[in-house]
């Protein structure tokens, strides 16, 4: 079965910090574009973070960025997302997802919904005190 397998959410305290793992399965991201995004309870999903295939370019939406660091291992098959200073309104189920643009090296933080591909079933994090 082809299809992204996301790790690592839970419950962390306001400034705390968690990394995700988004890892491939029955396929090799390569040089695909991974997308992070985010849904909160009663709200849209929203484009959180990009990276590219080779040249690892990335990009965030305003409300993560200098908080959240996306990076890829491509050895490993796997693309990570760093959060740092988390706050309540982080909380969310966070998912990645394959952006099947065929511009090389290039990512955009929401891309459209009919590119997107091979989605993981998510995983949460929860901010709280």
């Known amino acids: 079965q082809l299809q992204l397998v996301e790790s690592g959410g839970g419950l962390v305290q306001p400034g705390g910090s968690l990394t995700l793992s988004c890892a491939a399965s029955g396929f090799t991201l390569g040089h695909n574009a991974i997308n992070w995004f985010r849904q909160a309870p009663g709200k849209e999903r929203e484009g959180v973070s990009c990276i590219t295939g080779s040249l690892k370019r990335r990009k965030y939406a305003d409300s993560v960025l200098g908080r959240f660091t996306v990076s890829r291992d491509n050895a490993k098959n796997t693309v990570y997302l760093q959060m740092n200073s988390l706050n309540p309104e982080d909380t969310a189920v966070y998912y990645c997802?394959?952006?099947?643009?065929?511009?090389?090296?290039?990512?955009?933080?929401?891309?459209?919904?009919?590119?997107?591909?091979?989605w993981g079933q998510g995983t949460q994090v929860t901010v709280s005190s």
């Open positions: 997802a394959v952006d099947k643009t065929p511009v090389p090296d290039f990512c955009t933080v929401q891309p459209p919904t009919w590119r997107l591909g091979y």
